[in-house]
């Protein structure tokens, strides 16, 4: 019998551009849009600058692109400075039943091999699909309890990077095995940088893009890795979950493509915030609320929610993403959640953290329930008058269940790309994503990616 590791590497070295249904296609191309928005209005952030910053100290051969940059780099470099710069305004996918940020670690590590291999479009897409397949899929059989200690985006998204690779680089199903095999013992990402406000949770994609680049191409040169390492008595599900289901590995592999159950975020912040700030929103378009009439707020959520964004009092915009009271205070009073929610001026704004004061943040055990399969919250605002006003969300906007609009996702994308692109760049990578399948070799995508001096 074929066990869980070897089933994956082979279907997703077998994966082809004409095994896609179209509407894995099209969602494949929305994913690699709305990552490209992140990336390019992340690049301009800290994080990312200081990570470009040693990526161009160390050196390389220039073989891919760092978004926003100048100079290439090497195909690794390359994949860690762009999985870290997507990952920074909290705005980039997310899959709902693995907990995990999908486009981040996998699209970057895809690219930049790409980019290296003058590969075309549509084994981009391609590579993308299967790497959503691998990360997903990782994410679910290692479940919630991997989650409380380690970031799924880290772990599992090394091993979606790997398939994403390999597709790339035409390995087949045991060099695809031993991909695995490497990037799963190279997966790490742990929670503990939350205590502190780190830096770390965008070094998570970062290095599972490095690490899923450099697993394929050891595969691809013979160097062996464990071909049982989902599975194994001493491997990854073992090692980090206390509840690990290997069936998920496997379950309707080929049958239905996970990317297809990708979500998009419309607010920049945390996503378990996001059940709560859409009902806030609610209230508020409802109720036609002023600050001053606002006597309590309590939010219901679930567990993971309050662990991961319960920070009570955040002192920076970084920890505002992950401050429930902040993010439902401010969706309160602004009625919206976007990237300039979330600066310093923002944070320190005397009306909303007087709300602040007022919100209760709860636990509920039928929300619980229904966690990770729904990410579900309710809202209670209670004004000074005595009225109560309520709203109940189960799966936030941008869901499968609850999507956005297409052309939202563009105006999305447009929003995040203008803080780098001149406008007729944004509107340039726009076409060149939605017609990915017809361009012939992906560096002409990546050059759009530059600064304008390079492209001219």
Known sequence: MVGETRALAGFCSGLGFEDLPSEVVDKAKECLLDWTGSALAGSRLRPSVIVAGLVEALGG????????????????NAALANGVMSHILELDDVHRASILHPAAPIIPAALALAEREGADGRALIAAVVAGYEAGIRLGEAAGISHYRFWHSTGTCGAFGAAAASGVILGLDGEEMASALGSAG???????????????????????AASSGVLSALLAGGGFTGSPTIIEGERGFCAATSSDPRLDRVTEGLGRRFK???????????????????DAAIRIREAGGLEAGEIAGVRVETYPDALKIAGIDDPQSPHEAKFSLRYCVSTALLRGRLGVEEFTARALADPEVRELMERCEIVVEPDLSMEYPARWPSRVEVTTRGGERLRDHVEYPLGDPANPLPPEALTGKFRTLASKTLP????????????RIEDIQDVGQLTELLRPASTTS
Do not use: Y
């Not at 190279?186 to 940088?193: H, I, K, P, V, Y």
């Not at 996503?271 to 700030?277: D, N």
């Not at 340039?428 to 994503?433: E, K, N, Q, Y």
């Open 61 to 76: 051969a220039p073989e891919s692109t760092v978004v926003n940059s100048v100079r290439k780099t090497s195909c690794v």
């Open 259 to 277: 990317i297809l159950e990708t979500s998009f975020k419309a607010h920049a912040s945390c996503r378990h915030t996001h059940s709560a700030v």
């Open 185 to 207: 013992t190279q997966a790490s990402g742990l929670w503990q940088f939350m205590a502190e406000g780190a830096m770390s949770k965008h070094l998570h994609p970062g290095r």
């Open 423 to 434: 406008e007729e760049e944004v509107e340039a990578v726009i076409d060149a994503v939605f």
